[in-house]
């Protein structure tokens, strides 16, 4: 890419926190202009903005609620309306509503898995229809190590994660012939708000099921979805990366 040619932009969804926020940072500061996304805080989503305005590239807010499916495909044409482009999709905006699977209510499976995966895959045949005129793109959906391994009390968000793999795989087939690339990033135990609260125990009992001995940081995933994101990445499609420190070898 040339100085004198449009910068790439960069869709994050749920990316005015945690994950979201670190690949969102990563991606701005390796040139490409971000839309950050999200659905309920927009006060952390401009501060996002802010952050990654300082680094020189341009960054735009997009509210949207993803637990209507139907408004993630709203979010991609208004992001393509508002940027010009979209190049690199991350579908990583998600929820959790754990149980064990007989106390599952119906409204709290539906509520995940429209989320988790209904609302990623209208953004990916959104983001795919403008992909394909441009015959190059990048989708990146943040799966779970959960979606390989199981967990118990997560029947929902496993099945979920599960089913964004199995998305990433059926899209890679079908559109690489179009230069689009499908990959599913499956992190481990991430470093967050929710682990932070752990009680000693509980924590080092996940530490000790990993073999590196620590659990990962925010930015151990935005540096896989970077490479994902980059033209070094053009020959790899359909493929699921774990970012988990060796807790499920795959």
Not at 13 to 29: D, E, F, I, N, V
Not at 30 to 44: L, M
Not at 202 to 227: C, H, K, M, N, T
């Amino acid at each position: 890419m040339t100085d004198s040619s449009p910068r790439r932009v960069a869709l994050v969804t749920g990316s005015s926190r945690g994950l979201g926020r670190a690949m969102a940072l990563r991606l701005a500061h390796d040139g490409f202009d971000v839309a950050v996304h999200y659905g309920r805080n927009q006060t952390e989503a401009e501060r996002v903005a802010a952050e990654i305005s300082a680094l020189g590239v341009r960054a735009e807010v997009f509210g949207a609620d993803l637990s209507t499916p139907a408004n993630a495909g709203r979010l991609v044409d208004d992001v393509i309306a508002r940027l010009g482009r979209l190049d690199v999709l991350v579908n990583n905006a998600g929820l959790t509503r754990d149980n064990l699977a007989i106390r599952i209510k119906d409204e709290d499976w539906d509520a995940v898995i429209a989320t988790n995966l209904s609302s990623a895959f209208i953004a990916c045949r959104a983001a795919i229809k403008h992909m394909m005129r441009a015959r190059a793109g990048r989708i990146i959906n943040i799966a779970s190590v959960v979606g390989l391994m199981g967990n118990p009390g997560q029947a929902n968000y496993v099945a979920s994660k599960a089913g964004l793999i199995g998305l990433s795989k059926a899209l890679a087939k079908e559109y690489g012939s179009r230069g689009i690339t499908v990959n599913a990033v499956a992190p481990g135990f991430i470093s967050s708000d929710m682990t932070d609260q752990l009680s000693p125990q509980v924590r080092q009992g996940y530490l000790d099921s990993i073999p590196l001995g620590r659990l990962g940081a925010p930015e151990d995933v935005a540096a896989l979805v970077a490479f994902l994101a980059s033209d070094a990445a053009g020959y790899i499609t359909g493929q699921v990366i774990g970012v988990d420190g060796g807790l499920y070898p795959h």
